[in-house]
């Protein structure tokens, strides 16, 4: 979501966890579609309602074969096949506030593109992002990677 030249980001983290900058967003949950999902994880942890449908930023799909936890320890540790969307809204009305009943976002802002920008690469799950943000990925195109048990990744 932008306003101007400022992008809407979320501070979240677990407990215990070091708090990052993040886009909001979330999974999509049983019987949603995408642009369900999207409306409310958007609702969940900014407050905002989307109003306007949104524009595909890029796609990434991702075939994990570490033995990771998904949920910050929350899971048994698996690989896994996600496919991320990332989207620009158009169009929202409400006032930001972090809102969260999971208590993972605690603080819900737009935040100056450049600033934005840092926050993001300090993430590394958010490469990409910060890519579609500098101008470097073409709108609405499709990434894959592939991390190896091993360490190596390899990306298309």
Known sequence: MRRGDEILLVRQGLPG???HWS???????EGELV??????EVLEETGVTIVEPARLAFVLQVDNRRSEPLRAGRDEPVGYLAT???LEVHGWRGVVAARDP????????????ED????LRSV?????????????????????????????VETW
């Open 124 to 152: 590394p799950w958010h490469a990409f992002t910060v890519r579609y943000l500098e101008g470097e990925l073409v709108p609405g195109s499709i990434h894959l990677q592939r991390w190896h048990a091993d360490g190596r």
């Open 17 to 19: 966890e070091e708090p």
């Open 102 to 113: 999971e208590g993972v976002v605690s603080d819900a802002d737009f935040v100056p593109l």
């Open 116 to 119: 934005a920008i840092r926050r």
């Open 23 to 29: 886009l909001p967003g979330g999974l999509v949950e």
């Open 84 to 86: 991320i969307l990332v």
């Open 35 to 40: 642009n369900e999902g999207l409306a409310r």
